[in-house]
């Protein structure tokens, strides 16, 4: 489903290699987490796959389509992505009319639009929400509007960078489940990069690590810890149990 084959970034000014011929395949209806420390590329390395970043080499396939200038629109419709911060949301309106306006610009009808919101905003929680302004929302409200919002031309591949940043433990749980639902009956292959290893331990498929711009191991969840995670990759653990 997901493609991505030697990957080489480097930002010239701090000349930092961001990645260093990453490479990396994601199936379709899988849920993997991308596991690193602060620094270890994992944004880079989303914004590439999302045509948001240009590699200095390497390729990225999505259903078969490769990364190139001419396909890169065609790229824009097969995956959604919120990244850290909730960057896809204008806050000064309401969460129904950031809806319409992303869901137009995907080039998706009114009644498209209204379909998928039904639809997905449902699995996420945010049909309460509809008449709320987002800056009178919560972190954890915003986020799963922000993900409602990425869905709603309904995309084979979702990113999310960071999800549960900031959230309490209620949001997190809220979260967990609406990912897990989101691929068991949408059919959706998700790439979730974090740093927060318990949580990912309750929703991903698989772990694919990144350290210093490297894929370093990759593994399925498998009666494995937070802790064990931890100790083998120096990786700090929110250990907080849901």
Known sequence: ??????????????????????????????????????????????????????????????????????????????????????????????????????????????????????????????????????NTLSMGQKQRVAITASLLHEPELLILDEPFNGLDIESRILLTSAVKTLREEMKITILIASHDVDFLRKTVDRFIIINNGNIVDEFANINITAEDIENKYKIHANLKEA
């Open 1 to 134: 489903m997901l493609t991505v084959k030697n990957l080489y970034k480097k930002y010239n000014k701090s000349k930092i290699i961001a990645l260093n011929n990453v490479s990396m395949n994601i199936n379709k209806g899988e849920i993997v987490g991308l596991l690193g420390p602060n620094g270890a590329g994992k944004t880079t390395l989303l914004k590439i796959i999302c045509g948001l970043t240009i590699p200095d080499s390497g390729e990225v396939i999505v259903s078969n389509v490769k990364m190139e200038d001419k396909t890169r629109l065609k790229m824009m419709e097969k995956i959604g992505v919120v990244l850290e911060g909730n960057r896809n949301l204008y806050w000064a309106i309401s969460v129904l009319d950031n809806y319409y306006y992303f869901g137009s610009i995907k080039g998706k009808t009114g009644r498209e639009i209204k379909k998928n919101i039904e639809k997905y905003a449902d699995i996420l929680k945010t049909k309460e929400l509809l008449t709320r302004k987002v």
